[in-house]
């Protein structure tokens, strides 16, 4: 929106236009003559005011869900698994992601079923040292730099080995939020 307020050298507004209301209601709509000269001797001065170019681009993020496929328990073995994701920025733009931590916590993350739970994790890098969060409880965060090609990174998940699991399908919602 554009609209133009008229002040006077004393910084009263006798009048304005466009979406700004009348900052002196006892005063007449209508605008000074420019060439007019207030008693101190000064022009009036036009402002000009822009409110806001509208909502900047959002950057996005597609993640592929992560499946740790079928698991024996008995196998007395952990099973890991890789998924990616990419984020996408109309212009190169610095980000950061973060994670919740599901059902669990962040040092004990759990996915469920109708039967019980199955402990799992995930991690921002392949040797899965480094917890993926939200920067808070040792865990870290996901920072990078993404624009209109869009940037992917590889996400890495692990089940530790779980002997008393028991049979079903398992599984977990968390919510990831990208800062730009």
Known sequence: M???AVHDSR???PHSTGPFPDLRGDLPMTAPDPRRRSPSGCRPLLLLALLGAGPA?????????LSFGSIDPLANAASDSVTTFTVTCPVDTAYSATVTAGAGSYADRRMTSAGGT????????????????????????????????GVTRSLYGRVPAQPMAIPGSYSDTLLVTVTY
Do not use: K, M
């Open 57 to 65: 681009a959002a950057c996005t993020i597609d993640i592929a869900a």
């Open 118 to 149: 199955l402990d799992y994790q995930l991690y921002t890098e392949a040797s899965r040292s480094l917890v993926w969060g939200d920067g808070s409880a040792g865990t870290s965060v996901i920072s990078g730099a993404a624009g209109p090609a």
């Open 11 to 13: 910084g009263r507004a």
């Open 2 to 4: 554009v609209g133009t």
